[in-house]
């Protein structure tokens, strides 16, 4: 998926590239979909009431959803960190004291829906905004 970690993507396309059975057609049919795959993922918020980076968190929480959290739950949490950080001041992501506090609000409104593995949650949410809400 798009939020997972480019760099385990890349190694997966190039480990798939690198496979000696296939012909240089198949090579590129494997290169030309994960191309496809890229911008499907890129439009996938479209047709949703949530804005890419609200999307985005939303994947994130879909990924380890405690079973008595709703959706709607789930989509109010993404847009409540989404506003958050989007809010956050500017150079939030090289001051410790704003990145501390961030996290804090976070895993209290992760922890109010029942998520298991709070620490780790926190860090994938903040791993994806410090990509998509740095403001320098």
Do not use: C
């Not at 997972?4 to 030309?32: C, G, I, N, P, Y």
């Not at 979909?33 to 890419?52: F, I, K, R, W």
């Amino acid at each position: 998926p798009r939020y997972a970690k480019f760099s385990d993507r890349l190694k997966k396309l190039l480990e798939a590239m690198d496979d000696a059975q296939l012909t240089w057609a198949e090579k590129l049919k494997v290169a030309e979909t994960y191309a496809q795959d890229l911008e499907a993922e890129a439009n996938a918020h479209q047709g949703t009431d949530l804005s890419e980076t609200e999307y985005g968190v939303l994947q994130i929480l879909y990924a380890v959803k405690p079973e008595e959290a709703s959706d709607d739950a789930l989509v109010a949490l993404a847009k409540i960190v989404d506003a958050l950080y989007r809010s956050a001041p500017p150079l939030w992501t090289e001051k410790q004291e704003a990145r501390k506090s961030l996290r804090q609000v976070v895993r209290l409104k992760v922890f109010e829906l029942g998520f298991a593995d709070i620490a780790g949650l926190t860090d994938q949410i903040e791993d994806f905004a410090l990509k998509w809400f740095r403001k320098d």
